[in-house]
């Protein structure tokens, strides 16, 4: 790995965070698998050797829990939705150059490898923890099998990571007030021996790998408060029959004396082969067209230039965890991480329940080209912020920008040029100065948007380019040249065709079916995906046919259309009747809690001072996924309250909402931020509650 500025001489590696075999993909998980894409292509463009990767992860218990739903095999109903990404990613123009999965040979091989590796360099041991276990059901309870109580926050979470509040990884034996999710019974704590990784021998070396990581600063900066804290060990075995078995014979180096026996038929935890998978799709890869075209010994254990897209749900294994394996058996150490931010719906959080979604099958049934989508997803905002989708919104950016400025300068420069000229006039006599100069200019932003790993700007790196085309040609006015000036009018216009190129080039990663077609306008021979980035100032050729326009706007009522099927489909969903299309998974009533039997009195109830409020200000808290920080007036004053609303609101958009806020609870400190009262919501998805005409703030709720 080097730090050198991009194109490096280094293999590079650009890899997606692999997505569960577990259900329908919609626009919220697209989001890291464009820009990925993205990136992967640009870097290509500036000349770097590439290889982009992914795969599906198989494993886990949540794999295992929807197979055993659906009656099948965790192995079938995995592999069913892993060929259903297959074919999912390249019709949104994702081009993997490989895409495997978790459970195939090649993993379970180079996972079998590393983990022995990892026991024979003194990294793993063997203790004794307990583990929630089922005694109606007499069955140990892994992961997600078990919810209950955060032992740092007090909130409802998984066996796994407090999900609803704190947003911390959680250890086996760690959740309080355990309850399976199978039965619903409560669940008991006993002894069973687990192989564990020493992460806390590898504090020292991340201290010193967060400091030089790159990418996005959200990647950066969360990871710190476990690096610099109390890094504890990590334990990488589960007891369940579904995942990759830890190596038989393995007697790892014990740290505890007498260590347990009875771990032969433990599985590795998922998020130890889950991250292999990328080295091992790497391989594939290699596998199939050969060392002398990617060597991924070289990307991967020598000096490769590994860069991680993900979502910011999962920053913590790819800073912490994922580095220490790598740096535990010598492979090479990430260059960057790229998280990316979350995606609301209209202000709210997407619900696979309430059929809540823009899924993946649905936007292309409307009939929509992939790039529309790819643009909106690419460069809606940084990569690590929140965006909020809206058809509304959907439609003024394709219109506004991809129509009006990309596609009305290609259209209009390149019908000119065939009309006047039949094609490019003396493409050889050259640009003008100010042309190139820009040219130039938008080839550096496209440079500088890689090495600063954002894929907003290496869009609009091409659109501000097309903005200059449409106020050069309107400024320069060739249809009033070509009778007087025929020769200034022939310049004007072999600048815009040149420009047009240009975009071709610069466009391709975020658009790649729209820039073929463009490409194939101005005369390019092949695709603009196999050209460096120095082909936007080589001349264009002189014959050109006529062209045809690159996008359609998208008219209003389309939208109105669009929005009213999604109301209707979450109407359905919340009424128990998701349709045919297989996308809802409604919480039916053996889902809900059970009505708590103990009663309170009303002077209890009369104790609680629960009031109206109103958000004044929202901002994210960082380093913590899911909290944020409100400013709420309560009439008489205004308070601060820490609520984990994080990932499922739009929180631009909440300032002026009335809330419900329970307002004399005990002050808590999170993520060392002072919560001073809650916000009320219902729901896994922080359904806010609020009033239904106009209570003031500071008005009590009785």
């Not at 996972?111 to 583990?131: Q, W």
């Not at 000036?485 to 004007?492: E, G, S």
């Not at 463009?518 to 120095?534: A, C, K, Y």
Request: glycine content about 8%.
């Amino acid at each position: 790995m080097s730090h050198e500025e991009f194109p490096t001489d280094r293999p590079a590696v650009v890899t997606c965070g692999l997505p569960y075999a577990n259900g329908d993909l919609h626009i919220g998980h697209l989001r890291t698998y464009v820009g990925g894409d993205v990136y992967a292509r640009a870097l290509r463009t500036l000349g770097q050797e590439t290889a982009f990767v992914s795969g599906s992860d198989m494993h886990g218990t949540p794999v295992a829990v929807n197979a055993e739903a659906a009656g099948v095999s965790p192995e079938s109903f995995a592999l069913d939705w892993h060929e259903t990404y297959e074919e999912t990613f390249p019709k949104f123009r994702v081009d993997f150059d490989n895409y495997g999965h978790t459970h195939d040979e090649t993993n379970v091989e180079l996972t079998t490898d590393v983990v022995r590796a990892l026991a024979e360099n003194g990294h793993v041991y063997e203790k004794e923890i307990m583990v929630a276990y089922d005694p109606a059901e007499k069955q140990s309870l892994p992961d997600r099998y078990v919810e209950g109580t955060c032992p740092y926050c007090g909130d409802r979470a998984r066996g796994d990571e407090c999900d609803e509040g704190c947003g911390r990884h959680l250890e086996p034996g760690e959740i309080e007030e355990p309850r399976s999710t199978i039965t619903g019974n409560p669940a008991e704590y006993r002894e069973q021996t687990h192989k564990f990784f020493r992460v806390s021998a590898f504090q020292e070396y991340l201290g010193a790998f967060i400091d030089r990581l790159e990418g996005t600063a959200n990647a950066q900066n969360q990871p710190r408060e476990w690096i610099e804290g109390d890094l504890r060990d990590w334990c990488i075995t589960r007891d369940m029959d579904w995942g990759i078995d830890y190596p038989e014979g393995e007697k790892p180096r014990s740290s505890e004396p007498e260590a347990g026996e009875g771990a032969d038929d433990l599985v590795l935890y998922v998020w130890v082969d889950a991250p292999i998978e990328y080295v091992s799709s790497t391989k594939q890869y290699t596998e199939r067209v050969g060392a002398d075209v990617f060597d991924w010994d070289e990307a991967w254990r020598e000096d490769g230039e590994i860069v991680h897209v993900i979502g910011r749900d999962i920053i913590q294994h790819h800073t912490v965890f994922w580095p220490a394996m790598l740096h535990g058996v010598d492979y090479e150490e990430p260059r960057a991480v790229m998280a990316s931010g979350f995606i609301t719906l209209n202000g709210q959080g997407f619900s696979t329940s309430r059929n809540r979604a823009v899924w993946a099958d649905e936007y292309l049934d409307e009939g929509f080209d992939p790039d529309l989508l790819r643009y909106y997803l690419a460069t809606n905002g940084g990569f690590q912020q929140d965006v909020d989708f809206s058809w509304e919104r959907f439609r003024e950016r394709v219109n506004n920008e991809l129509v009006g400025t990309v596609g009305n300068f290609a259209y209009r420069a390149l019908l000119f040029a065939h009309r006047e000229f039949g094609g490019t006039p003396d493409p050889e006599a050259g640009v003008s100065e100010e042309v190139h100069d820009r040219i130039e200019a938008a080839i550096g932003e496209f440079g500088a948007a890689v090495n600063d790993y954002s894929v907003r700007k290496v869009g609009d790196a091409a659109v501000s380019l097309a903005a200059f085309g449409n106020e050069y040609i309107q400024r320069h006015e060739p249809w009033n040249l070509i009778d007087d000036d025929p020769d200034r009018a022939a310049q004007v216009i072999r600048d815009c065709v040149q420009v047009a190129k240009a975009i071709a080039v610069l466009f391709a990663p975020v658009a790649p079916g729209t820039c073929e077609r463009l490409w194939s306008q101005v005369g390019g021979e092949g695709s603009p995906h196999d050209v460096e980035i120095e082909a936007a100032l080589e001349p264009p050729t002189a014959d050109l046919d006529e062209p045809t326009e690159l996008y359609e706007k998208i008219p209003e009522e389309r939208v109105e259309a669009l929005n009213a099927k999604l109301e209707e489909r979450i109407e359905a969903a919340e009424n128990g009747d998701t349709g045919d299309d297989g996308n809802g998974n409604d919480t039916d009533a053996a889902d809900l809690d059970p009505i708590v039997d103990d009663r309170i009195d009303f002077d209890t109830f009369e104790s609680l001072d629960i009031r109206v409020g109103e958000i004044v200000t929202a901002d994210g808290i960082e380093g913590a996924d899911k909290l944020a920080r409100l400013t709420v007036d309560l009439g008489v004053e205004k308070r601060q309250i820490v609520a984990g609303i994080k990932q499922l609101h739009n929180l631009e958009a909440l300032p002026g909402t009335r809330v419900i806020v329970l307002a004399n609870l005990e002050r808590a400190e999170l993520f060392d931020v002072e919560s001073n009262g809650m916000v009320l919501a219902a729901g896994e998805e922080a359904d806010l509650l609020t009033t239904l005409d106009d209570a003031v703030p500071g008005e009590r709720v009785r």
